[in-house]
């Protein structure tokens, strides 16, 4: 079993930044791969970028690549997403998920575990 908890959301300006990190307790999520999911209401649960268990290796939703990096500290059992030039069409509920079966992986029902999401809300 694997608790997941989000934290590093909030209020921040078209054009800023933000990191969210995920942490993660139980068994250790070291070996399988994670990711970041924002949903928006009325909306499922969407890819934004996921990395291997190693780190090695990342993918990104095209909306989010080039302004976004994910990372992890397995050391810290920490995942991290990093996101830069924020727009309004980013605010949304940010998910960390963990436990892919198919390694880093966009599709959503791969995941085993979830956080319990963190508002992001990008306004001026």
């Known amino acids: 079993q694997v608790q997941l908890v989000e934290s590093g959301g909030g209020l921040v300006q078209p054009g800023g930044s933000l990191t969210l990190s995920c942490a993660a307790s139980g068994r250790t999520f070291r070996n399988v791969a994670t990711g970041w999911f924002w949903q928006v209401p009325g909306k499922d649960r969407e890819f934004v970028a996921t990395i291997s268990g190693s780190g090695d290796t990342t993918y990104y939703a095209d909306v989010v690549k080039g302004r976004s990096t994910i990372s992890r500290d397995n050391a810290k059992n920490t995942m991290y997403l990093q996101m830069n030039s924020l727009k309004p069409e980013d605010t949304a509920v940010y998910y960390c998920?963990?436990?892919?079966?198919?390694?880093?992986?966009?599709?959503?029902?791969?995941?085993?575990?979830w956080g319990q999401g963190t508002q992001v809300t990008v306004s001026s």
């Open positions: 998920a963990a436990g892919s079966v198919l390694g880093p992986t966009n599709i959503r029902e791969a995941y085993t575990y």
